[in-house]
């Protein structure tokens, strides 16, 4: 099985920067994906960044130039640093592991979320 922690949401004002972490374990945990999305009140969840194993990434459009994910294999970990933050940047994220299991499928894991509030 495979656990996911997110840790280092909170409260920022904009303009402010937050760096969000999430720890993977588990006697399985080999990903391939990891990546960060967010949900915002009343919204879809929407991809934030993601990072592959051979470190390719893709970012939104809308976090481009403020955001950094970046991946530490030996701690199984991904960051996500946010910087500029603005009011529309409020929501709870969520990291996403994907991998493939003994049999060759994708299987998805979530974190628990973790909550960021940009103030004014």
């Known amino acids: 099985q495979v656990q996911l922690v997110e840790s280092g949401g909170g409260l920022v004002q904009a303009g402010g920067s937050l760096r969000l972490s999430c720890a993977g374990s588990?006697?399985?945990?080999?990903?391939?994906?990891m990546g960060w999305y967010r949900q915002a009140p009343g919204k879809q969840r929407e991809l934030v960044a993601v990072i592959g194993s051979g470190e390719i990434i893709n970012y939104a459009d809308s976090v481009k130039g403020r955001f950094t994910i970046s991946r530490d294999n030996a701690k199984n970990t991904v960051y996500l640093q946010m910087n500029s933050l603005k009011l529309e940047d409020t929501a709870v994220y969520y990291c996403?592991?994907?991998?493939?299991?003994?049999?060759?499928?994708?299987?998805?894991?979530w974190g628990q979320g973790t909550q960021v509030t940009v103030s004014s």
């Open positions: 588990g006697s399985t945990f080999s990903p391939n994906d």
């Open positions: 996403k592991v994907s991998q493939l299991n003994e049999r060759g499928i994708r299987q998805d894991y």
